[in-house]
């Protein structure tokens, strides 16, 4: 499969702007129609990129090494709307039906299907999978006001309701105390579980009008979340609870949506102007980098996966690609 564009190189950087080189980006054309190919992740174990077709209801991969597709059918021609996607260690896929109410998976080796049903048949769409460090998985369910853990030994779920209403759970990630942090895109609130009571915790956001979307967690442990209704990067210090916030490059209209963090420590959200935009945030400097936009446009890009092998933000489109952002290391201070 021909690649749509590598990016070249870069205008000169704002003032105040970091330094470093922009990512180098590519994609690849998915074959299907306009498919929304969404949330890739790549599978350790065969460097294959997996993502979902929320629209044309599949999960597929991608070989970036031949450039070759693969698409899986569900069983039955079930109307899943897969929403996101997550491999474990031994190659499985597991997935968000979100249309269909349960978690599935998929052993690409066999061809065998399984599915776990919400115990609750009010909470209809798990929205975003993620893995603590025990290998089970936490995940949101937006329409459905809840947060979620599946116990992958046993396949028990747990469900948890938000108590403010229609706060649409979002984007989920766990910190490094097994701790799982959600967006609240309904409200202006970060919510919290304790994995040891199930207990959840509301935490309102500064700005009554904010709408985070996505958050990353840095290793000190820091949330960092994209405020989709007027454009800031914020961050939550859970220790003292201080928030802080940045105004993206893109101002009130960048809407901040996919995010990824590097090994550097730099925070990517990407900016859903037109065309899509990729931002980095130093979480050292606290400065954002120069723009660089997407080949393709983007039209939207929903979710990222930061792969260390690799340096890169793999992410899927609108525009129907998937696609690679190698990420430059951070450039060196020049010696006074």
Known sequence: MKLIALLTAATALAAGSLADKPPVIKEWPVPWGETRPRDPFVDQTTGRIWFCGQTGNYLA???PKTGEFKRFEFPNGENVGPHNLIVDKQGVVWYAGNLAGHIGTLDPRTGTWKRYPMPDPMVRDPHTLVFDQKGDIWFTAQGGNAIGKLTVSTGAVQLVKVPTERARPYGIKIDAKGRPWVVLFGTNKLATVDP???QLREI???????????????????????DYAAGFLGRYDPVTGKFDEWPLPGGAESRPYASAIDNEGRVWVVETSRPNRFVAFDTKTMKFSEPTAVPSGGGTVRHMYWDAASKSIWFGTDANTIGQAVIPPREASPTP
Do not use: F, Q, V
Request: no cysteine; charged share 35%; net charge neutral.
């Open 61 to 63: 991969y991608l070989d």
């Open 196 to 198: 040891a009571t199930m």
């Open 204 to 226: 309102a956001l500064p700005r009554a009008e904010a709408r985070a979307r996505r958050l990353e967690i840095t290793s000190d442990d820091k949330i960092y979340y994209g």
